[in-house]
């Protein structure tokens, strides 16, 4: 469960923050606005019409039961959200920075990596953790692509302890204690980013 949250946390991060900055950056709206309306219908689309003919298309290729396709997948579940807040909080911040960042010398990248970036952190942090707690709390996925036991994530494991015979109470409260420790020390930690990133489009500039 941390190899797949952490691991497909970073990649949907990594992928949302430069598609955020470059839409919000892009000298062209119309193009840019065409492309946020595209994510956000995509964000209207139930997930559950999808499982069917991916689970058809990945067994053809034999990649089921692969922790690294599952995770594939749960980037790709969450960039559309991803870019379009983190799209949201780059507009926020001003174009003079960066152009004062240039005439100084700095290329886009490090632009990008020692302006922009430390500026956008509370955001950055919320978004990351809205990523890790909707991954490592996802069910239906995990359920449906993974068969092996040592393979299955938390809550596929906490799914097998149901059966026809009835529920393994004991061993699933253990393991729903384990389940939300994770969760539990993410907030801890970015709390106060977490808070300030929700709250940042809330003050009226």
Known sequence: SLLVSLGASFGALIVSVLSGYGLSRIGFKKLSNGLLLAMYLTQMIPGFLLMLPLFLMLSKFGMINNLFVLGIIYIDMVIAFGTIMSKGFFDRIPVSLEEAALIDGCGTLEV??????PVSLPA????FSFFFVNIWNELFLAVMFLSSNDKMTIPAALNSFISKAGISWGVMSAGLVVALLPTIIVFAFAQKYIIAGLTEGAVKE
């Open 112 to 117: 990008l990596y020692r302006i922009v970036l």
């Open 124 to 127: 950055i942090m919320a978004i």
